[in-house]
């Protein structure tokens, strides 16, 4: 796997979520101080639900910008067959049946899906519970993880 177009995607993909972050925080903030929002009654909260969804969707725009940051300063990270699993590591895991995933482990940003060369990458952080089972382990090792209510087993069969 290509590290440095997987690094690439990485900050491709946090800058087009944040992007359209932005356009939503800015039509939520368009629709709260609109005119036609002014409440007419007591029990006319139109304006004010939308000062709460700009509100969220402004900490969202911020919430992009510290990943992006993170990111950057992190940089591409290269590590060998040898190396313990860490943040700005790439790892195939495998399950029981053979089917494959690729793993980003960052700083932050967990749950954001892209694709390289076909193959579907999800960043995850050592804060989810497969960022806490797979933190220090090598190539090679088994991991047990219980996952929507299902206990899944992998093997972790790459590094990156």
Do not use: C
Not at 24 to 50: C, M, P, V, W
Not at 63 to 85: C, D, M, P, Q
Not at 130 to 154: A, F, N, P, W
């Amino acid at each position: 796997m290509d590290k440095p177009l997987v690094y690439e995607k990485v900050i491709q993909a946090l800058e087009e979520a944040r992007a359209a972050v932005i356009d939503a925080a800015r039509q939520a903030h368009d629709t709260a101080t609109d005119k036609e929002s002014i409440a007419e009654n007591k029990y006319d909260t139109f304006g004010l639900e939308a000062s709460y969804l700009a509100h969220g969707q402004a900490k969202r725009v911020a919430e992009y910008e510290a990943a992006l940051n993170a990111f950057t300063l992190l940089g591409v990270i290269n590590f060998n067959k040898h190396s313990s699993i860490e943040i700005g590591a790439l790892i195939k895991l495998e399950d029981d049946i053979g089917n494959e995933q690729y793993f980003f482990l960052g700083p932050l940003a967990g749950g954001l899906k892209f694709k390289v060369a076909g193959k579907e990458i999800t960043l995850i952080t050592s804060s989810s519970p497969l960022g806490e089972h797979v933190l220090g382990r090598y190539v090679g090792d088994d991991i047990s993880i219980t996952l929507s209510g299902q206990r899944k087993s992998y093997e972790i069969r790459a590094i990156y």
